[in-house]
């Protein structure tokens, strides 16, 4: 077949698949199993993800009178929804919108934070973080150092949204967190669900280092769980292994770990194979031994994010892995991920490292 006729049936598939699935997910949110340790006899309440957001920000901001929150369109809730009537609760000088630039709102957050104040800056996409990137990479990342531990900016946090979201093409769907994984200074989070997404996000607030909270838009309004109503944070750098196994060691973050968790139950089920599963959460700094143990347990290890597959981070967790863990691996290590191109509109679904991909690099490993 002529390379242009299959290029002609693959748009034309494609064209038909993307109609049929235009705004669906391609995973099934799974909700946590397990509440992290000492939440288990908190008061609960069944919130989504942009509503655990709002959550976590009006108690940061009620237990800190320092705290601001500002960027694009927060004061009447955000594109979002994810500050919803937080401008009501605590006034125009606490929460306000700012002009359409991204790298002054960092810079902005920068100063606010640097004078002692809590800077909880919103980037409303984070495809439009890079006009912030001087900023956040040789600013903020670099304030406490170049001191000489004088001065920081550690009370700063910028929220921005990540990862597909079924519709976005290239402009709505990056998943950029390896762009800064490459600078010391800044923490990197990404949560896979409500539960997780408030308890993260205060922590990262009341961090004494700047952070980057990354947000899975399409978890807004599709995750939903009991999320406990308190006061309540979970450590940065720490992994969690959301389902265990003997066999092979999955590791992944933010919409991610859904997918790896249906590829691992088809794998149980086709396969009969124990697939372990680890849900990163914070990507800077990486809880590296929690991945090692497991690696040193199941022999094998496979990596999967939505980002392209030329250096993602997955590419620093393979490394470090095949470093610590050379006389462990049964099989070579291997990535599933996105490809190296800009993230498409109609061809998405072939994009997208989705549960048979995974499934796929699962089989080949467990038969090497």
């Known amino acids: 077949m002529s390379s242009s006729r299959a290029l002609s ?46 959550e976590a920000m009006r108690i940061a901001m009620e237990t800190d009178d320092s705290a601001v929150l500002f960027g694009e369109d927060v004061a009447f809730g955000g594109v979002f929804r994810c500050s919803l009537d937080l401008q009501k609760k605590f006034g125009k000088d606490r929460v306000f919108n700012t002009p359409l630039c991204e790298q002054g709102i960092a810079g902005f957050g920068i100063g606010v934070a640097a004078a002692g104040a809590t800077a909880i800056a919103e980037i409303q996409f984070g495809d439009y973080i890079f006009p912030a990137y001087d900023q956040l990479v040789n600013e903020a990342a670099k304030f406490r150092y170049r001191s000489g531990n004088q001065f920081d900016c550690g009370k700063l946090t910028v929220r921005t949204t990540w990862g597909a979201v079924g519709h976005g093409a290239l402009y709505h769907s990056q998943s950029p967190e390896a762009n800064f994984t490459h600078t010391p200074g800044l923490k990197l989070v990404v949560p896979r669900g409500p539960i997780q997404a408030k308890g993260l996000l205060l922590s990262c607030i009341r961090d004494p280092n700047p952070c980057i909270f ?127 191109t800009p993230f498409p509109h109609v061809h998405e679904p072939f994009y997208l490292p989705t549960v048979h991909r995974v499934f796929d690099a699962i089989k080949k490993s467990v038969n090497y």
């Open 214 to 340: 990354f947000e899975p838009k399409i978890l807004y309004r599709l995750a939903a769980e009991d999320v406990p109503t308190g006061d309540y944070t979970i450590p940065l750098g720490q992994a969690e292994t959301v389902r265990s196994g003997k066999d092979l060691t999955l590791v992944a973050w933010g919409t991610q770990v859904h997918v790896a968790l249906e590829a691992a139950q088809l794998a149980k089920e086709k396969l009969n194979a124990d697939v372990e599963v680890i849900d990163l959460q914070t990507i800077q700094p990486w809880d590296e031994d929690h991945v090692v143990e497991s690696v040193q347990k199941t022999g094998r290890l496979i990596v999967t994010h939505e980002a392209p597959i030329s250096s993602g981070f997955g590419a620093e967790i393979t490394s470090t892995v095949q470093k610590r863990c050379f006389l462990n691996l049964e099989s070579p290590i291997e990535r599933v991920a996105g490809y190296d």
């Open 9 to 54: 049936l693959l748009s034309k598939h494609a064209t038909t698949l993307s109609t049929s699935t235009r705004g669906k997910a391609h995973f099934t949110f799974q909700p946590s199993t397990t509440l992290p340790s000492g939440l288990e006899s908190m008061e609960k309440s069944k919130m989504n993800l942009m509503q655990s957001v709002n």
